[in-house]
T-cell receptor, first 108, second 114 residues
Framework: AQRVTQPEKLLSVFKGAPVELKCNYS??????LFWYVQYSRQRLQLLLR??SRESIKGFTADLNKGETSFHLKKPFAQEEDSAMYYC??????????FGRGTSLIVHP | GAVVSQHPSWVICKSGTSVKIECRSL??????MFWYRQFPKQSLMLMAT?????????EQGVEKDKFLINHASLTLSTLTVTSAHPEDSSFYIC??????????FGPGTRLLVL
């Protein structure tokens, strides 16, 4: 069975502070991992995926197979980063599993 | 980028009626479409996965006779909530993807059953 855990329901930081949204997963094979973001009143959209190894909007995420983690990081948070962030896993069957989401609030 | 639309964006219906929600991929062919349900301030719950031309695969606990899914073409999937009841009120979201590719999400449909 595949499972995604986002331990923090809410993360509140000040502008300019570093941000780390945690994601741990459970999957027996080689997973594909994603971070999706949902800004207020907008649809869910892909932020980044681990195979791309990109930095999107200053965010990065590294897959750590030893710790089964895929934490999302940004060195300096901006107010416009305030949103719901979902970590998701797709296994070999491409059936997705989402974490419960973390609400990030960046205060001015 | 790829765009997925949903129609209607919101619907209010009486208890006992059926409601159909459409999900369309506008500029790409979607091999697979997913249907989710999202409760307030909660995560997305996958309801079913549909592949074009075949029967949908439902997640455990989701009644297939209650939530009818049809994926008749590579650009259209429909979810019909049959004999809707107030407990079916929710936010329904679809997503579409090619084989093994990124999911693109629709804007969601808010259903309120009175």
């Amino acid at each position: 069975a595949q499972r995604v855990t986002q331990p923090e329901k809410l993360l509140s930081v000040f502008k300019g502070a570093p941000v780390e949204l945690k994601c741990n997963y459970s999957y027996s094979g080689s997973p594909e991992l994603f971070w999706y973001v949902q800004y207020s009143r907008q649809r869910l959209q892909l932020l980044l995926r681990h195979i791309s190894r990109e930095s999107i909007k200053g965010f990065t995420a590294d897959l750590n197979k030893g710790e089964t983690s895929f934490h999302l990081k940004k060195p300096f948070a901006q107010e416009e980063d305030s949103a719901m962030y979902y970590c998701a896993l797709q296994g070999g069957s491409y059936i997705p599993t989402f974490g419960r989401g973390t609400s990030l609030i960046v205060h001015p | 980028g790829a765009v997925v639309s949903q129609h209607p964006s919101w619907v209010i219906c009486k208890s006992g009626t059926s409601v159909k929600i459409e999900c369309r991929s506008l500029d790409f062919q979607a091999t697979t479409m997913f249907w989710y349900r999202q409760f307030p301030k909660q995560s997305l719950m996958l309801m079913a996965t549909s592949n074009e031309g075949s029967k949908a695969t439902y997640e455990q606990g989701v009644e297939k006779d209650k939530f009818l899914i049809n994926h008749a073409s590579l650009t259209l999937s429909t979810l019909t909530v049959t004999s809707a009841h107030p407990e079916d009120s929710s936010f329904y979201i679809c997503s579409a993807s090619g084989v093994g590719e990124t999911q693109y999400f629709g804007p969601g449909t808010r259903l309120l059953v009175l």
